[in-house]
């Protein structure tokens, strides 16, 4: 069971993220003669991400249900449901179920409006996201700024790795005449306001790793520990094929032709494996106390 919680974890982890950085770009980005059109292209990944995210935050609550009466069987049982949804993970559990239902109401809507509400349904999601785990070690004002750190985080690196799957698309996208230049201008909107998302992912991990593990790391001997570490070196590794993309390759597409189109959605497909060790290691020591 605690083996099925920490799969639903980096299952819903990917989902609200994946959710959240696709409607980025039809929402916010893309130019608005093109967001319907980008939307309709992202529909697959938008449904999908909001259905996995529903349901992977019912499995969490009912696991949880498992996890603390210690029997299968209490799933049955109104007062061990009643128990689990009066701690402070059901209580804000409860409020994830219902954003991730809005999330799923907005696939009903049309137009921007269903762009604006499924990004808000994703943000909303991300932020109760913060509300429990480690963020949630702290009270009183030192609580508080943990749990606003952490927000922040979780949806800088939602912006990031969750739009990194759309940026595949945008890449076909773009061979296509008629959409070449709404396209471009998209992906080129990405890449400036993604460099605000990494400094704001780094920065905020780095406070977060701190208040939760004190300062200096290495004085910790820990599984945590090393599994932190082990996820500070993959995201930096997603940050140097961050970099080697936006700064060697993409000023060459031009002169190079599609031989470098082509190696950057290698380097794309590379820092898209190397997010999903991140959050496969996120949701194994995000249960790892890290004293």
């Known amino acids: 069971m605690n083996t099925f919680w920490i799969l639903l974890r980096g299952l819903h982890f990917a989902a609200v993220m994946l959710l959240t950085g696709s409607a980025c770009y039809s929402a916010l980005l893309a130019p608005r003669r093109y967001r319907l059109l980008l939307a309709l292209r992202l529909n697959p990944l938008v449904k999908g991400s909001a259905w996995l995210a529903l349901l992977s935050a019912l499995l969490m609550l009912a696991c949880q249900n498992v996890l603390m009466s210690g029997d299968s069987t209490n799933l049955a049982d109104t ?97 296509q005449i008629d959409r070449r230049t709404d396209a471009i201008r998209t992906m080129m909107r990405f890449s400036r306001y993604g460099h605000l998302a990494v400094a704001l992912t780094l920065l905020s991990g780095v406070i977060n790793s701190v208040m939760i593990s004190g300062w200096p790391l290495m004085w910790h001997d820990s599984r945590y520990i090393i599994l932190l570490l082990c996820k500070m070196l993959l995201v930096a590794l997603m940050v140097l094929v961050a970099l080697i993309n936006r700064y060697w390759l993409v000023p060459r597409f031009r002169l190079a032709g599609s031989g470098t189109q082509q190696k950057f959605i290698r380097m794309t497909q590379l820092e898209l494996l190397l997010a999903c060790g991140v959050v496969g290691l996120v949701s194994v020591f995000a249960t790892l106390s890290p004293a």
Do not use: N, Y
């Open 79 to 175: 007062d061990i449901w009643l128990a689990v949804l009066g701690t402070h993970f059901g209580a804000v559990w409860q409020w994830e179920i219902i954003f991730g239902v809005m999330g799923i109401f907005a696939l009903l809507l049309t137009g921007k409006l269903r762009q604006q509400v499924l990004l808000l349904a994703g943000v909303l999601q991300l932020s109760c996201m913060a509300l429990i785990g480690h963020a949630a070690m702290r009270d009183g004002v030192p609580g508080l700024l943990q749990q606003i750190s952490q927000a922040m985080h979780l949806i800088a690196a939602a912006f990031w790795v969750g739009g990194l799957l759309p940026l595949l698309l945008l890449m076909r996208e773009a061979r």
